[in-house]
Structures are given as C-alpha cells and as structure tokens.
C-alpha cells in the first residue's frame, strides 16, 4: 500500500507547526568584518564535537551576518540568558546598530556578550551549503559560562522561562 503524499504546501505547513512546538536555545552569533561589527539572532546552533571541540550554525545566505561570517575568521555564538531578552529584541531590528543594547567586549578582535549565559568564540574551520543555508562550523578557542544564568527559550513564538517548569510532568 502506497502512502498518500503531502503536497510540497502541507509538508511546510507541518513542518512549521512541528517546528513551532521545538523549544530552541536562543543565541546571538557575532563576528567583526571590515571594522563593523555583525550579528543575527540564531536557533539553528548546535555542539558539533568534543574532539576538536567545535559547533555549528546555520545561517541563511540573504541575511547580513552572512558574507561577513563567510569572510570571517573568528566569530561568537552567545547563549542568551533570560536576563538577555533585550539584545534578542534588539538583534531582531533591522537596520539599527544591533550592538547598542547590552554589554558588548571585544575578544579576539570579535564582540562578545559579557552578561551572556555562556560564550564560544571560534575559529571558522569550514562552511557548507545547504539550500537557502550556509553551515558554518567553528572550532572553539574560547568559552566562558555563567552557570547562574536561566536560558532564554523560544516556544511558540514566543520567548518562555523553563527554569521554572516543575521537576515531574503533571500526569
Ligand atoms: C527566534 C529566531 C530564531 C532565528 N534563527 C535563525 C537561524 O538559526 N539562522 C538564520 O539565518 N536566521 C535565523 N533567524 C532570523 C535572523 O535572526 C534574522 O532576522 C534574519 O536572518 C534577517 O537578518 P538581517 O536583518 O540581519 O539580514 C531567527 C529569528 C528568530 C526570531
């Protein structure tokens, strides 16, 4: 028996309502390229390896992080903390220094979120593309982490504070 097939509509229909319900990490991803600093706000992150310790990001080619993160040798993916809700909201206008909210340093000539829950500064190792995508894979030179820091979470469009979900589920 053949099994009916979603049109190419209904599949990113369920794609995008399956995708809605996935609580994803919030991170801002950071570089500097020609003097000007750079940065988008990214779910698509994930750890790659602990050998060499490395992650990667997901990056869509028509965003401005784009041609600088492929141009870049070293970049920043900060996890958001819930305390960071205001960079997240300012990453997300377009147009405006995006930096101008929150407490930026340099390091390794890129910016870094000081209040941030953890930072993994890379070094750009290698990019991959994927449809609309570009993979960036960064091997990690630096990190920092606040282990006090609740995550900032984004479920349902929305941004939710799971450090407060209770231990045992309700049934
Ligand atoms: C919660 C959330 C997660 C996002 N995750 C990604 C992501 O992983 N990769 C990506 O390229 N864009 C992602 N975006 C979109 C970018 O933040 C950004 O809006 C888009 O790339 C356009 O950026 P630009 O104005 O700098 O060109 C996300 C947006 C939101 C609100």
Redesign the pocket.
Known sequence: MTEPRQTREELLDSFRMAMRHVA?T?YAVTTRHDGGRYG??????SSLSFDPPSLLV???R????HAPLANAEVFCVNVLGLSNRDVAER??V?GADRFDVGEWVERHGVPVLATAQSSFICRLAHAHEFGT?SIFIGELIDAHHRADAPPLT?YDRRYIDISEAPERSAD
Do not use: D, E, R
């Open positions: 994803a919030v988008i706000l990214a779910t698509a992150v997901c990056v869509n028509q965003a401005s992080l990453f997300m377009g995508h984004y």
